[in-house]
């Protein structure tokens, strides 16, 4: 089955500073990855997904970049905020199974 | 937030005990999956519903079962409970599956049930 891998798993930045969390993909037929961000018992939030056919995604501070050929997959925060502290989730779907496999997350520490 | 909510928001059990729990998925939403996620871990895949059929298991014995409703909200029922269920259980809803195409849907999460078995 599809394996998903996250790196790193803690991350610290300084405010204004960019966060690049990368997440790694095992099958082939993934064709759907949304990214998630978790603030300490909360729910997880969608912040950006892309889909197989599209190399990049972008929304405001927020990137998503795809490589299928390596397969694999970044999120890019750039002007980082302390509010960006959290812990986020990459996944990945495979094609036709209704199944959504999680990395193990990355904790975000923006210092102020 | 997102119109996902779940019942109830903690929860108490012992060994062997049996519970239920509830979610009702955002409007307009006909598909529900449930995940565990246990401290510090991402959110494991338990099963999926579409249209009040199970649609897609992940790795959970059968001790893990559950229903979805005429109107899509949903129960994960789990028997026989262990120390290890301890963890956020967590509904997410989302429109039809992608069927076909594999495209997948945007999956919008309830706020969880904190389960704790002693």
């Known amino acids: 089955g599809e394996n998903v891998e996250q790196h790193p798993s803690t991350l610290s930045v300084q405010e204004g500073d960019s966060a690049v969390i990368k997440c790694t993909y095992s099958d082939s037929a993934s064709n759907y990855f949304p990214w998630y961000k978790q603030e300490l018992g909360k729910r997880p939030q969608l912040i950006i997904d892309i889909r197989s056919n599209v190399g990049e995604k972008k929304d405001q501070r927020i990137a998503v970049t795809l490589n299928k050929t390596a397969k694999h997959f970044s999120l890019h925060i750039t002007e980082t905020q302390p509010e960006d502290s959290a812990v986020y989730f990459c996944?990945?779907?495979?094609?036709?199974?209704?199944?959504?496999?999680f990395g193990s997350g990355t904790k975000l520490n923006v210092k102020p | 937030e997102t119109g996902v909510t779940q019942s109830p928001t903690h929860l108490i059990k012992t060994r062997g005990q049996q519970v239920t729990l509830r979610c009702s998925s955002q409007?307009?939403?006909?598909?529900v999956s449930w995940y565990q996620q246990a401290l510090g871990q991402g959110p494991q895949f338990i099963f999926q519903?579409?249209?009040?059929?199970?649609?897609g298991r992940g790795n959970f014995p059968p001790r893990f079962s559950g229903l979805q409703f005429p109107n899509y909200s949903s129960e994960l029922n789990v028997n026989a409970l262990e120390l290890d269920d301890s963890a956020l259980y967590l509904c997410?809803?989302?429109?039809?599956?992608?069927?076909?195409?594999?495209?997948?849907?945007?999956?919008?999460f309830g706020p969880g049930t904190r389960l704790t078995v002693l």
């Open positions: 519903y579409y249209r009040e059929e199970e649609n």
């Open positions: 997410a809803s989302s429109t039809e599956y992608g069927g076909w195409t594999g495209e997948g849907n945007e999956q919008f």
């Open positions: 996944a990945g779907k495979v094609s036709n199974f209704n199944k959504f496999y």
């Open positions: 409007s307009g939403h006909n598909t």
